[in-house]
């Protein structure tokens, strides 16, 4: 487990897990996010079981995309830094990013039975920002744009559109999760690499 990485059996058992969700309604509903559950029924894991689960294929697809796009690069940039105690740093901002990011739609539902939410995307936001500090000059390729997107230029839009989408409210994605994973993943880095920090405005306005 240790040598083929924690990313990857993030990846990997995120899709065997939705896969399984999309036919069996019973195990969706066991694992969505749904703070009125977590509050009064004190359904305590469904704070990180949602992230195992997605709303469809697209949403599944997209996440696990950028989740294996940015992901190799900080799990090995940690393990690099840290020795193999990084690999634990890994997941503790994958774990944490789950967490973090739900507390906001927690505290704003969790008196209303109807609010449900899935997905990974706190996680995988955790992930993506925590790349952006470590790698600034990294980039995402998105069909059908034929050039690469410099990574902090996508975590930008990535936080513009989980903005917007997250004030509509629609839909069973969680977009506020994408903001506060966002934050999270920022914070963590900056906290186990604070000279990230410097690398990142070096590389925008250059020094």
């Given at each position: 487990m240790?040598?083929?990485?924690?990313?990857?059996?993030?990846?990997?058992?995120?899709?065997?897990?939705?896969?399984?969700?999309?036919?069996?309604?019973?195990?969706?509903?066991?694992?969505?996010?749904?703070?009125?559950?977590?509050?009064?029924?004190?359904?305590?894991?469904?704070?990180f079981s949602h992230a195992l689960i997605h709303a469809d294929w697209l949403h599944l697809l997209v996440n696990m995309y950028v989740l294996y796009s940015f992901g190799r690069l900080v799990e090995s940039v940690f393990?690099?830094?840290?020795?193999?105690?990084?690999?634990?740093?890994?997941?503790?901002?994958?774990?944490?990013?789950?967490?973090?990011?739900?507390l906001y739609d927690f505290g704003k539902h969790k008196d209303d039975p109807y609010y449900n939410a899935v997905g990974a995307s706190g996680a995988v936001s955790a992930v993506v920002f925590s790349s952006i500090l470590l790698y600034p000059q990294g980039g995402l390729y998105i069909f059908p744009i034929p050039f690469s997107i410099p990574s902090w230029i996508f975590g930008i839009l990535y936080l513009i559109y989980?903005?917007?989408?997250?004030?509509?409210?629609?839909?069973?994605?969680?977009?506020?999760?994408?903001?506060?994973?966002?934050?999270?993943?920022?914070?963590?880095?900056?906290?186990?690499?604070?000279?990230?920090?410097?690398?990142?405005?070096?590389?925008l306005f250059g020094g």
């Open positions: 240790m040598q083929l990485g924690f990313n990857l059996l993030f990846l990997v058992s995120t899709v065997i897990i939705s896969f399984m969700a999309f036919s069996n309604a019973e195990l969706f509903h066991k694992l969505k996010f749904n703070p009125y559950r977590i509050k009064h029924n004190r359904e305590s894991w469904r704070f393990r690099s830094v840290f020795g193999n105690i990084g690999m634990l740093y890994y997941v503790l901002l994958y774990v944490g990013g789950v967490l973090f990011s739900s989980s903005a917007y989408m997250g004030k509509r409210g629609t839909g069973k994605v969680a977009h506020n999760a994408h903001l506060w994973g966002a934050v999270f993943g920022i914070i963590y880095t900056i906290i186990l690499i604070p000279e990230t920090v410097k690398q990142l405005f070096s590389h």
